[in-house]
């Protein structure tokens, strides 16, 4: 049995055909990290993101709303809030400790705002202008 083989920049798993950087290293590259700050070590206090992440799962708050807050995968965009910057140290992500309050307080604030109504593009409207008046016109007959 062969050991699977791990992306050369983030470490993870990959697929046996995909070559040596996985799909979202390769789709990110240039940007990578781009929005994180790098260490020789864990800053004191700091939680490891997977345990941020089960932490925000136990507080209702979603996985991928904790990611896409700190700069989505690989830190390629801007944080929502300066408290979500995550720290790399080697390959692992680290987050401030106030991230479990200040940050979660945020998400949850986020996820009760409602979210716009969505606006139905000039084509949509047409579309089913027409079928409309095609339904009026089979129940007049």
């Not at 709303?65 to 995968?73: I, P, R, Y």
Request: proline share 6%.
């Amino acid at each position: 049995m062969t050991a699977q083989q791990k992306c050369k920049v983030c470490g993870k798993p990959l697929a046996p055909t995909s070559g040596e950087i996985g799909g979202t290293c390769l789709a990110h590259t240039g940007h990578i990290q781009e929005f994180a700050d790098h260490s020789d070590k864990v800053p004191e206090g700091w939680l490891r993101m997977s345990k941020v992440c089960q932490q925000a799962v136990d507080a209702g708050i979603k996985i991928s709303a904790v990611v896409t807050a700190s700069g989505g995968d690989a830190a390629t965009k801007e944080p929502i809030d300066p408290v979500f910057r995550v720290t790399y140290v080697g390959k692992a992500k680290y987050m401030n400790p106030a991230v479990v309050v200040k940050g979660f307080e945020i998400l949850l604030k986020k996820a009760s705002e409602p979210k716009p109504a969505k606006v139905a593009k000039p084509a949509e409207v047409t579309q089913v202008a027409e079928t409309a008046n095609a339904l009026k016109t089979v129940v007049k007959k």
